[in-house]
């Protein structure tokens, strides 16, 4: 009896989180998306949609897909501000997932152009 191999797939994990609210994306290497999750779709409201809770209660839900659909490589990409990344980041350490490398996407202030002159009277 011949066994089927186990074919090893690898995503990329998109987390963006915002002051209101975190969004997780998995796709696959050529960005069709394979799974989108976010903590408002599962159920926070208000304020508690940008905790650390609701981030990780995300985290754990596409990482359940992962398992589901064996992913067993990742490359996780970051984006925004807040709690959430640091509990999602330990969210997918947790799993038994290999992690392939770690991007910190955020956007940063260069100052932007330069001001009017001041008026003087």
Known sequence: MIEKKKIQQTGILCISTTLNNTFINLTDLEGNTLSCVSSGNLGFKGSKKASSYAAQAATE?????????????????????????????????????????????????????????????
């Open 61 to 121: 839900k596409v990482l359940s897909f992962c398992a589901q659909n064996s992913i067993d490589k990742l490359s996780v990409k970051f984006r925004g501000v807040g709690y959430a990344k640091d509990a999602s980041l330990k969210t997918v350490f947790n799993h038994k997932i290999k992690i392939l490398q770690i991007q910190e996407l955020s956007a940063r202030a260069f100052n932007g152009c330069r001001r009017k002159k001041r008026r003087r009277v």
